[in-house]
């Protein structure tokens, strides 16, 4: 089998390597963690938590589902999916973490391009949004799932080929621990023109856009960029509703520009992405 489960699980406590024992993890010292009947573990202790449900909510996880499943981001998946199986050891098994996998989008695309491609890999999709984790553990049993922070990655120290970091909240020190001394972190950000047809209506006017290149995190080197940009079709309110529900321009709008959204049947928007692939430094 191309996805097998992964091991190298760490207590969110201690930082001990967790066993597993039949439906639970365990640490040495004793910390249990039970794998819920969905399938996933909960590595996310409440004094790590800053609020009682972190994350996106139930319904923005729905909406997110919906969108992705469409197919409207399938080109980014592509992408991601090919440049994290470049270069892999053939015959090896690399280990592969998404760093706020959300509902799983991402990973499953990977999963199934890792069994096209025959290679092998042990993949976990890490959120701190239960609802999200929930959602990615109903889809697929393939990958490994838990709840956990990107602050405190319940992951081994050098236990990883890939990290993926999809739109969301870098935290590069500890992507840094976790990635081995040859391991890649591939990271995707909203190029300038990403969604701007979108923010043109709901917001009143659009920033301007930073022209300098970021320069590479603490602990990483640059080793290069990848744009990938296309026009995609937005048909029917429901498909924009779960468009900006998905963003932070759901927060970000004014309640008149959510309104001008909603008030929508059809747009076409810009999908601008950068693909970035940062090395050990």
């Known amino acids: 089998m191309n996805i097998i489960p992964f091991q190298a699980l ?6 001990a390597p967790l066993r597993r024992d039949g439906a639970t993890w365990r640490c040495a010292a004793g910390h249990s963690f039970d794998i819920a009947s969905q ?13 009682r449900d972190p994350g996106d909510s139930k319904e923005m996880v729905a909406a997110r589902r919906r969108f992705l499943n ?3 981001y399938q080109p980014i998946a592509a992408a991601v999916s090919r440049a994290a199986l470049a270069d892999l050891r053939p015959g090896a098994t690399a280990s592969c973490l998404d760093a706020g996998s959300g509902e799983g989008y991402y990973l499953r695309q990977l999963a199934a391009a890792a069994t096209e491609s025959r290679q092998s890999l042990a993949v976990l999709g890490l959120d701190i949004s239960k609802w999200a984790v929930l959602s990615a553990a109903k889809q697929d049993k393939r990958p490994s799932w838990v709840v956990g922070s990107n ?11 890939r990290v993926l970091c999809m739109f969301g909240f870098p935290v590069y020190a500890e992507f840094a621990r976790v990635l081995k001394p040859a391991g890649l972190l591939l990271q995707v950000d909203a190029g300038p023109d990403h969604l701007r047809e979108l923010r043109e209506i709901i917001y009143p006017a659009l920033k301007p856009e930073r022209s300098a290149e970021p320069r590479p995190p603490a602990g990483f080197v640059s080793l290069s960029t990848e744009s990938v940009s ?13 468009l900006l529900a998905m963003t932070p321009h759901l927060y970000r709008a004014t309640a008149e520009g959510r309104a001008r959204a909603a008030a929508l049947t059809a747009l076409t928007v810009t999908v ?3 693909l970035t692939r940062f090395g050990r430094g």
């Open 70 to 72: 469409a197919g409207f």
């Open 10 to 15: 760490a207590c969110p406590l201690d930082g």
């Open 230 to 242: 296309y026009s995609a079709d937005i048909v029917g309110a429901e498909q924009i509703a779960d």
């Open 151 to 161: 602050a405190n990655l319940p992951v081994l120290p050098g236990s990883l080929d």
């Open 39 to 51: 399938g996933y573990i909960n590595l996310l202790p409440v004094q790590q938590k800053r609020s």
């Open 272 to 274: 601008d992405v950068r």
